[in-house]
Structures are given as structure tokens and as C-alpha cells.
């Protein structure tokens, strides 16, 4: 059983689907903390409710000190014996030092199909380039900001009439599908970095194409 760190900042739907997986007992993996870096962020109370230890550390008073915010969270991380860190929304940037000591252990997950439209405004970026598909991406993190070894993606349309809100709550839907599905893998050695890449053991979908707009 794999002790696993959900780090938030805001409402942890993606932690809420990470913890709800993990309540079966076939699950690999035990959520054992929930850290946010906001002291008003909705999902610590959804966390406490799920009975999961929950702590506050507050990222603002560190100011552009990166690394001193890392050396309180890794003290925490220890304290509780943290093996896997799972990033759910999390926004706060971390040192290289920091990504490197929990490389191949710290996953995130960003909504997109990675490596296009990295970073802020995914859904508006999908909509001004015009995608017909769009979707998520659980990836381990590296230095540079929602890149890093693909783990797991999952694909959904793209309509004509969305709004960047709607695309978001249609891929959200799959990100709490694919999020407990890679941290699985995760726990269970089922993942391999290979230089950039990430090979697993899962096979690929069975042949479930997914085309957009639909063939008439
Ligand atoms: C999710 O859509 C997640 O993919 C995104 O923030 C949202 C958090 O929602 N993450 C990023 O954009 C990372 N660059 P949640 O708090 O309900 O899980």
C-alpha cells in the first residue's frame, strides 16, 4: 500500500476522485494527506469529511522563496512517510531540487492533451486553435511547467457552440476517470521512464475511435 500526498489550492474535485478510488480495498495506493498551499481552498473540507489528514501550508508568506516553502513541505511529507505525491490543481510552482528529488514519484494532472496548450487558459487555448478533440493528461513533473512523461491521456470532443466552461466540465469528467487509473499504475509498478517518455504496462483502448466532428 503506497502512502500517497494530494497537494491542492481550490476546489479538489480531482482529489475527491483520487480518494474515493482509493477507499476500495483493492486499491494500491492509500491517500494519507492532503496539503493545500491556501488556507480557503473548498477541498480541505471535503478531504477532513472523507476522514484524510488535511494540512495548511500557506505558500504566500514565502513569497518568491520557493524553496523555503519546500523545506516546511518536505518536512511534512516525511513526517507522515509520503511515497507518491499526486499534484490536483495545485498552483504553485516548484524549484528544480524540489522536482528532482521526487522524480518518477510526483504526478499531475492538466486539462489538455498534453504538450498542446500547456499552462494557463487550457480550454481557451483548445477553443482559438480550433481542435475538434480535446482532453487530459496525467504526466510525472518536471522542471518545466505541465510537461514531463505521459502517464495516461483521455480524449473528448470538442463542439462548436463550447464555451471555454463547457469544455472544462466535459473534461473533467474524464480527468476524474483517469487520474485514479494512473496513480494505480503508478502504485503498482506498472509505469517505466524511458528517457521523455513513459511506457506502461496497460494496453491501449481497444480500438474505440473517438472522432469529432461525428462521420455522417
Ligand atoms: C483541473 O482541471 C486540473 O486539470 C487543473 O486544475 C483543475 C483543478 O480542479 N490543473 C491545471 O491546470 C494544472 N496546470 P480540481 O481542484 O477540481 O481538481
Not at 75 to 80: T, V
Request: hydrophobic share 45%.
Amino acid at each position: 500500500m503506497r502512502r500517497v500526498a494530494i497537494l491542492i489550492s481550490g476546489r479538489g474535485s480531482n482529489m475527491t476522485a483520487l480518494i474515493d478510488a482509493a477507499a476500495a480495498d483493492s486499491f494500491p495506493a492509500e491517500i494519507a494527506l492532503v496539503i493545500s498551499n491556501r488556507p480557503d481552498a473548498p477541498g480541505l473540507a471535503t478531504a477532513k469529511a472523507a476522514g484524510v489528514a488535511t494540512l495548511v501550508i500557506e505558500s504566500k508568506p514565502f513569497g518568491p522563496d520557493r524553496a523555503g516553502f519546500e523545506t516546511v513541505l518536505q518536512a511534512a511529507l516525511d513526517e507522515h512517510h509520503i511515497e507518491l505525491i499526486c499534484l490536483g490543481g495545485f498552483m504553485r510552482l516548484f524549484t528544480a531540487e524540489f522536482v528532482r528529488r521526487w522524480y518518477g514519484r510526483m504526478l499531475n494532472i492538466h486539462p489538455s492533451l498534453l504538450p498542446s496548450f500547456p499552462g494557463l487558459d487550457p480550454h481557451g487555448q483548445a477553443l482559438r486553435a480550433g481542435v475538434k478533440i480535446s482532453g487530459a493528461t496525467v504526466h510525472f513533473v518536471i522542471p518545466e511547467t505541465d510537461a514531463g512523461p505521459i502517464v495516461m491521456q483521455g480524449a473528448v470532443p470538442v463542439a462548436d457552440d463550447d464555451t471555454p466552461d463547457t469544455l472544462a466540465a466535459r473534461v473533467l469528467a474524464i480527468e476524474h476517470k483517469i487520474y485514479p487509473q494512473a496513480l494505480r499504475l503508478l502504485a503498482t509498478d506498472g509505469v517505466r521512464i524511458e528517457g521523455d517518455v513513459c511506457r506502461t504496462s496497460a494496453g491501449g483502448a481497444p480500438c474505440d475511435d473517438l472522432i469529432s466532428p461525428t462521420l455522417i
